[in-house]
């Protein structure tokens, strides 16, 4: 008797409705759509939707339907034109409150989506878009840290009344900055001086040396230091590009770590570069700092130094400002962005965080009525030409943006003005998204046009059809009754297959419509290998029952060893591989699993169903 | 249907002397192709700018190179592909400009020529990023050998059979890559994907091959090896035939319908199966015979095993 435990049924049979639910979504396709989100990110409900078919009605434009997901609006369209001129409509119109994208909505009932069950999501590859990948300046994040050591250093020793000559970056090792070297002016206790850099900065290793232009303190990072603080700046970053993505209104977007020190941002329907890369890139940061007074500034300009405790700045129109060296604030203790109108023409709010807001207030308490400046700092890296080669350097425009005289005591919240219109929204959005801890620099860009990208989709999804398609014909004509069952077993492990990577939210793309491709030629495998077996049991006479089990169990080490094997190329390829290619390997390892699974379960399930109960001995129908 | 009806009785082993004949020629012309010739890798690992743009009219191939040139870009390939109105343009990588100039200078430069182009795709990639990706390529492949070598020798207690399944595999990609080298098939990263996809397919018919010599090697000890690789092959070949025909079918399918993105991809698989098919028949099992395989080596001490159970 040929049997199968009845819990095993169950288990194949319970997968397969599962898959099946999951796989579903799928089925569908999707509609043109646009999305909308408010500016101040708060949630879309339901009379903001209201509020925008109104709109769209008003203006004629024909959408299907709009809902409501995850606080985004979505709107439904039957045609592309349609789509556009509803975007172009709410950005002329509305574009002060809402931030619009376009989108695709799937057009799976809505049970399935109250299900939470959602189709693959589609690769840039397949959708067109924009792929970005960006190099984070580790080194530079370093230096950074430096600079404020930097600066603790001249406050601590001014405070204690020990006289420096100067505070420099030191390279002890390899390329990278990692230390802070303060050289001592002649008297200076060099030992006390040490003692009191140790009590500000505990963790770091503070040692005085002798130099032979003088004593002189260092404080010097540890590898580990500069490993954590890179990744710091990476995750900083990440964060950053991530709000900014946000910020900038679009659908489905990816951003990633990827490697040690690269980020990957994905924006799918993006096609004009320019706008994104500039918003994204930038590295931008403020800072509040008194205004020095007392100083001469013609002198400072003519000397080209600044007096002591002080540094020369110019203005948006060129003009020199002098400010005084001490910090009050920088933008990693803002909370809050928002362009707001002023009295003084637009500007931006601002809300710091409590540390910013206790040092505002005692600043403020002690300088009314004299005037304070917001400096604006933005890097880059130009390329120049230097003795006919051409090399890249950092650069750092520090601009005075606004100058204004403290007319209150306040602390934790106050206004920025003297700003264009465009300027303030700008500001805005950077000083919101957080500022980059690191600068980025573009490494790698890819631009995938929207009819390539269906172009893809069509020729991907024709090679599947027809190659499963030439493969089911074979099948049957080789095995007959046999093949058959072989076509359904490969048909569920598409199913699975689809399932699991639904269920993953994997993006798919061309490729990984390949690895499904190829994991159908792969998954007949072990098919062909119980059923040899089972004719080979049959020319040797075993009775029919007997061979189908013998094929089974005979095959299986041949089946287990060789889809191992395939295995170990899918995890390599995982491991070393990026985007599409990663996404090949997840197809190509997941599509091993599954038809591991649907070959010896659900084939055999099959099989004993039709002929587990025969007692008659007949000769199989596998050709 | 039967590919064949009884079982086949093929001396692979002893026509082995004439397989490694032809295997050397092929690795010799191949890694001669390799060297000579060198592949002709794409800018995912060389960096540079690859842009494909769709234009309203035949294009102007000259005059699109001309203002490429003009534009300060060294030895612009520009080419049609698809219909006369679709174009290609390949610019070597350029350490003196960023990303983001470089792209906004070839669509200037293109869009001088033929005001209605449409960037269809565009790619920049930067140097760094390409060599990079030139040795994760190789830690990959390295990694896939040594993974296989250590499972093989774990699986199946000999070395023996894992130095066969080795030489077997690396035969199939070096096959691949002298190919693409003669014929300057463009050498993507998807082509390196489709070379670990065909080291794992030949490994596993040379598997199930192996799988098979186990079980022979059991059944009869005092059989000669020789004897029991031949029988194990011609017990397998429908199977290894089967399988073959199958993937096929769907590996042509993507090359002829998957378009021209995975072309590249597609070719490699097709040759890679063909060489995986006949390394494991004619390679892998022959030198692990000339390394001295014996029963002994696969069944290090005599047991009892579950086989003699069976009725």
Redesign the interface.
């Known amino acids: 008797m040929l049997e199968f435990a009845r819990w095993k049924y169950i288990l194949v049979a319970s997968v397969l409705l599962v898959a099946i639910l999951f796989a579903l979504p799928n089925v569908f396709g999707e509609d043109p759509a646009l999305q909308v989100v408010r500016k101040d990110r708060a949630p879309m409900d339901a009379a903001a939707e209201q509020r925008l078919a109104g709109f769209l009605d008003e203006r004629s434009i024909q959408y299907s339907s709009t809902f409501v997901d995850s606080g985004r609006l979505m709107i439904r369209f039957d045609s592309v034109p349609m789509q556009l001129q509803a975007r172009d409509a709410v950005n002329e119109q509305l574009k002060d409150e809402y931030i619009t994208a376009l989108s695709f909505a799937s057009r799976a009932p809505t049970w399935l989506t109250r299900l939470g069950l959602r189709p693959m999501p589609l690769g840039l590859?397949l959708r067109g878009g924009l792929h970005l990948?960006y190099?984070v300046d580790v080194n530079g994040a370093v230096s950074q840290l430096l600079e404020s050591y930097e600066q603790d250093f001249r406050r601590v020793l001014g405070e204690k009344n020990l006289a420096f000559l100067d505070v420099v970056q030191i390279t002890a090792s390899a390329e990278i900055p990692n230390g802070v070297r303060v050289l001592l002016a002649p008297g200076t206790d060099a030992g006390e001086a040490r003692d009191v850099l140790r009590e500000l900065l505990p963790d770091l290793d503070v040692q005085s040396v002798n130099l032979a232009s003088g004593p002189a303190v260092q404080a010097v990072l540890t590898a580990v230091q500069i490993r954590q603080r890179q990744d710091y700046a990476i995750q900083q970053n990440l964060t950053t590009l991530r709000n900014r993505v946000n910020e900038l209104g679009v659908s489905e977007p990816i951003v990633q770590r990827q490697?040690f020190d690269r980020i990957i941002v994905q924006l799918p329907g993006v096609q004009n570069?320019?706008d994104v890369?500039d918003i994204l890139g930038k590295v931008a940061t403020l800072e509040f700092r008194l205004v020095d007074t007392q100083g001469s500034i013609a002198e400072a300009v003519q000397r080209g130094r600044a007096p002591l405790g002080s540094k020369l700045y110019r203005d948006k129109n060129g003009q020199p400002v002098l400010l005084k060296r001490e910090l009050i604030v920088t933008g990693d203790q803002l909370t809050d962005a928002i362009t707001a109108a002023t009295q003084d023409g637009p500007g931006v709010s601002v809300k710091l965080d409590a540390r910013g807001g206790a040092q505002m207030l005692k600043t403020t308490q002690a300088n009314l009525n004299k005037p304070m400046a917001v400096v604006f700092i933005e890097k880059s890296?130009e390329?120049v030409e230097v003795g006919g080669k051409?090399i890249e350097r950092d650069v750092t425009d520090q601009r005075v943006i606004s100058v204004a005289t403290i007319r209150g005591v306040f602390s934790n919240q106050f206004q920025i003005t003297g700003l264009t219109q465009s300027e303030a929204r700008e500001l805005a959005l950077l000083l919101r998204a957080g500022s980059l801890a690191a600068p980025i620099?573009?490494?790698?860009?890819?631009?995938?046009?929207p009819?390539?990208g269906a172009?893809?989709i069509e020729?991907?999804v024709?090679?599947?059809v027809?190659?499963?398609l030439?493969?089911f014909i074979?099948?049957v004509?080789?095995y007959q009754v046999f093949g058959l069952v072989a076509d359904l077993v490969l048909l569920a492990n598409v199913v699975l297959l689809s399932a699991l990577l639904s269920m993953m939210g994997a993006a798919l793309s061309?490729?990984g419509i390949?690895g499904i491709?190829?994991t159908?030629?792969?998954a007949?495998?072990a098919n062909?290998?119980i059923y040899?077996r089972i004719?080979?049991e049959q020319?040797n006479g075993v009775s029919p029952q007997a061979a189908i089990r013998a094929g089974f169990e005979?095959a299986f080490?041949?089946i287990a060893?060789?889809?191992?094997?395939?295995?170990?190329?899918?995890l390599?390829?995982w491991?070393?591989?990026t985007g599409?290619?990663r996404g090949?390997?997840v197809v190509?390892s997941l599509g091993i699993a599954t038809s591991m699974f649907t070959s010896l379960m659900g084939s055999r399930a099959l099989l004993t169903l039709m002929y587990g109960g025969r007692t008659k001995t007949g000769k199989l129908a596998i050709? | 249907m039967e590919f064949f009806h009884k079982q086949t009785k093929i001396p692979f082993m002893g026509i082995r002397k004439v397989s490694y004949g032809l295997s050397i020629v092929l690795m010799v012309v191949s890694l001669g192709a390799i060297l000579a010739k060198g592949l002709n890798l794409a800018i995912d690992f060389t960096g540079g700018v690859a842009v494909e743009a769709a234009l309203p009219s035949a294009a102007d191939v000259d005059a699109i190179r001309g203002k490429l040139e003009e534009a300060g870009f060294h030895e612009p390939q520009v080419g049609i592909f698809g219909s006369s109105r679709e174009v290609s343009i390949r610019l070597p990588p350029d350490d003196s400009q960023s990303v983001t100039e470089i792209r906004t200078r070839v669509e200037q430069a293109l869009l001088a020529v033929e005001p209605g182009a449409e960037v269809r795709n565009l790619a920049v990639v930067g140097p760094q990023v390409g060599d990079e990706l030139r040795t994760s390529a190789i830690w990959a492949l390295t990694f896939t050998l040594l993974l296989i070598f250590i499972y093989i020798a774990f699986r199946f207690h000999t070395w023996r059979l894992s130095v066969g399944a080795i030489v077997a595999v690396m035969h199939d990609p070096i096959l691949v890559l002298g190919i693409f080298a003669l014929t300057q098939t463009p050498f993507d990263l998807a082509v390196v994907a489709a070379i670990l996809a065909v080291i794992g397919y030949s490994l596993n018919d040379t598997v199930v091959i192996f799988d098979r010599i186990r079980e022979n090697f059991e059944r009869n000890r005092r059989l000669p090896p020789m004897t029991v690789l031949d029988q194990a092959i011609n017990q397998t070949l429908s199977r290894t035939i089967m399988t073959k025909v199958v993937t096929l079918i769907v590996v042509f399918a993507l090359l002829f319908l998957g378009g021209p993105v995975l072309r590249g991809f597609s070719e490699a698989l097709t040759i890679g199966i063909l060489a995986g098919t006949y390394s494991s028949i004619y390679i892998s099992s022959a030198i692990a015979l000339d390394l001295g395989l014996t029963a002994e080596h696969v069944f290090p001490t005599v047991k009892k095993t579950a086989a003699d159970d069976m009725p």
Request: hydrophobic fraction near 50%.
């Open positions: 590859d990948l190099q490697g570069s320019a890369k890296r390329t051409t620099f573009l490494a790698e860009e890819r631009a995938i046009g009819s390539l172009q893809n020729q991907g024709k090679a599947l027809v190659g499963m030439g493969v074979f099948m004509i080789y061309l490729p390949a491709i190829l159908v030629g792969m007949v495998d062909v290998l040899e004719r080979e020319r005979k080490s041949a060893d060789s889809n191992v094997t395939t295995l170990f190329a899918g390599v390829l491991v070393f591989g599409a290619i090949f390997a190509l050709g």
